[in-house]
């Protein structure tokens, strides 16, 4: 590498890292003027209200006569007057809260899952939740306060809630919880922690009575841990056979000029109704509530349509750094502090006298487990959302896994997965090797060629392609060992960050293996060691790698240490083990068969032409 190739990456380095300072510090700018905007707009907001109270307590609305022609639904503070009943019930995963208001699922504790080494308090599902999971309302985001008796059976399996006050047309809730205790291999991983939701609408009255479409509620997603990625965050649903994910970033104000737009309250926007909605679910990076509507067994279309949804709703609230706190976390606020809602909207039906219909659904709350999702029934795994690479993705997860559950660690098993990939490609390896020592030697020649044509780069070019040809050397031959890892570490890349196997894995100096692994900061810019130490590899790698004659490809082949480090940088620090474990392994490759001379350069026979039968 010259003076000048040095001056450049150094340059670029410089570049990258100024670059990196410079983001940091607009983004805290920009959060604190985003914190600011919004307790703004909540003062504002407090003011209206409390003058709009003022306003209706000195001018109070007249009284409407009572008309014995028309049931007068009851008002909502009979409903809120209820006294609020929350039941706990606790298995080996964790601790299902139900409360009566609203009629639902109010938080789920995760015993196998903490927020992170530091704090080792329990992940709570819809931790940050308005709307209780399994709540029905008329009207999507609807706060119901409708409430509800609650029970549960004498094992404590079944919560029931039935309603306060009969009505003609009354809905009832069974949540069965998981069983799985006695269960084994895929069976117990598919009900661990799923529960089974049954609605029930009853007709007492001697006419035929419509049940209008409703929604179900998901509950919510929200960050986790300050470190988690806010573009994770969001809703989900599948549909037909495609899934659609609506990221938190979804309802920013953005764009610029005649492409700006303002901020956005509800999704979809507008209202959209459709068809073969299979599934709901409010997710963040690792853990999620899925609701999943049954289809009875061997239905016909209109069955089948008649069971599932007809559309989404998800909205997004503004988590306080007192809520934040006031839930056990100890970290400081997420950069993107919200919480998603959800809702999956569900078809209307007609009830005839004295008639009861029951639609039933699985709930699933807990972690985005790939090796547990891919056992349900309508690819509730499709929430992981792996990408083009998606087969690579999931081949690499379920191989961590093995090695995992045979080494008992996950740094162990990504190094002992890295090493089966690049023994598989030791071959390979070699003959890039191999290609690079002859286009070294075939040097002198093309460096005569391009001085010789150097004022015709046409002939320049077909000349060079020839003596390639004629020495039997393909160019690029150096280059597939790189072409061929660059699917595996994309796929790593998205595995990695949806990984929930990985949460609070540790290795040596890393807490995390899920988190970038952050040492300290510098102006504040975080100092991560793995990828630093990647990018030396590869500049390692680079160095003992036999140099060719193409000096446009060595000035590619510089940037890539900065290509790898800009990806990995700031993304788990699993990802930039790895890829830093196959760049060791290729040097040592590469020092193993360095001295097996050079080859010498002799000219291909020709293929002989086959003769024309007549």
């Not at 929604?215 to 994770?232: E, K």
């Not at 792996?386 to 191989?399: C, D, E, P, R």
């Not at 040809?469 to 960050?497: A, D, R, S, T």
Request: positive net charge; glycine residues 6%.
């Amino acid at each position: 590498m010259d003076k000048k190739s040095v001056l450049g990456l150094v340059a670029a380095v410089i570049g990258l890292i100024s670059w990196q300072v410079y983001q940091a510090r607009e983004m805290q700018k920009y959060h604190a003027a985003e914190q600011a905007y919004r307790a703004a707009l909540e003062a504002t907001k407090a003011e209206a209200e409390a003058r709009a109270a003022e306003e209706l307590k000195s001018n109070p609305p007249p009284v409407e006569p009572a008309n014995p022609t028309v049931a007068v639904p009851p008002p909502a503070a009979a409903e809120v007057a209820v006294e609020e009943q929350i039941e706990k019930i606790s298995n080996a995963s964790g601790e299902y809260s139900f409360t009566n208001r609203g009629g639902g699922l109010q938080r789920v504790k995760l015993f196998q899952h903490i927020v992170d080494r530091a704090n080792p308090t329990n992940v709570v599902v819809n931790e940050f939740g308005t709307i209780p999971i399994g709540a029905v309302s008329a009207a999507a985001g609807e706060k119901t306060s409708q409430a509800f008796t609650l029970t549960r059976d004498a094992g404590g399996q079944k919560v029931t809630f039935a309603p306060v006050e009969a009505q003609p047309v009354s809905l009832s809730k069974t949540f069965t919880l998981p069983q799985f205790e006695a269960l084994e291999g895929k069976d117990r991983l598919r009900e661990e922690h799923r529960l089974k939701l049954d609605l029930t609408w009853t007709n007492t009255g001697a006419q035929p009575a419509p049940v209008a479409p409703y929604y179900l509620h998901t509950g919510s997603a929200a960050p986790i841990h300050h470190l988690d990625q806010p573009l994770y965050v969001g809703f989900n649903y599948f549909r037909g056979t495609k899934n659609s994910f609506t990221p938190v970033s979804w309802f920013d104000a953005g764009g610029f000029l005649m492409f700006k737009k303002p901020e956005r309250f509800v999704f979809p926007d507008p209202p959209e109704t459709m068809e073969d909605v299979r599934w709901a679910a409010a997710t963040n990076q690792y853990f999620a509530t899925i609701i999943t509507p049954v289809v009875p067994g061997n239905a016909d279309r209109a069955t089948q349509v008649a069971h599932r949804g007809i559309g989404v709703w998800a909205k997004r609230s503004k988590i306080t750094a007192e809520q934040w706190k006031a839930t056990g976390h100890t970290d400081t606020l997420p950069d993107a502090p919200f919480a998603v809602d959800g809702a999956l909207a569900m078809p209307g039906f007609t009830l005839g006298p004295g008639e009861s219909a029951t639609r039933s659904f699985y709930v699933v709350a807990g972690p985005n487990e790939h090796r547990r999702l891919r056992h349900l029934n309508e690819q509730e795994d499709e929430i992981l959302d792996f990408g083009w690479f998606a087969l690579i993705s999931k081949f690499l997860l379920g191989s961590l896994n093995f090695f995992r559950g045979w080494l008992g660690s996950y740094w162990a098993a990504i190094i002992a997965l890295t090493i089966c990939i690049r023994s598989a490609m030791w071959p390979l390896q070699n003959r890039a090797t191999e290609t690079a020592k002859r286009m070294a030697a075939l040097s002198p020649k093309l460096k005569e060629l391009q001085e010789k044509y150097k004022d015709d780069p046409m002939r320049m070019q077909q000349e060079t392609t020839k003596m390639w040809k004629e020495y039997g050397i393909n160019p690029l031959g150096g280059c597939l060992p790189m072409l061929v890892q660059i699917p595996i570490f994309f796929g790593f890349f998205n595995m990695l960050n949806k990984a929930v196997e990985l949460r609070n894995s540790p290795f040596l100096w890393v807490h995390d293996l899920s988190q970038p692994d952050t040492v300290g900061h510098v102006l504040g810019f975080p100092i991560n060691i793995l990828p630093i130490a990647m990018a030396g590899t590869m500049l390692w790698q680079m160095h003992v790698t036999p140099k060719t004659g193409d000096a446009m490809q060595q000035r590619m082949m510089m940037f890539m240490p900065l290509i790898f480090i800009a990806f990995c940088y700031n993304y788990a620090a699993a990802l930039a083990l790895y890829w830093t474990v196959q760049n060791l392994f290729s040097i040592v490759q590469l020092f193993l068969t360095r001295n097996k001379g050079v080859p010498v350069l002799q000219p291909v026979a020709a293929p002989e032409k086959k003769k024309k039968k007549r």
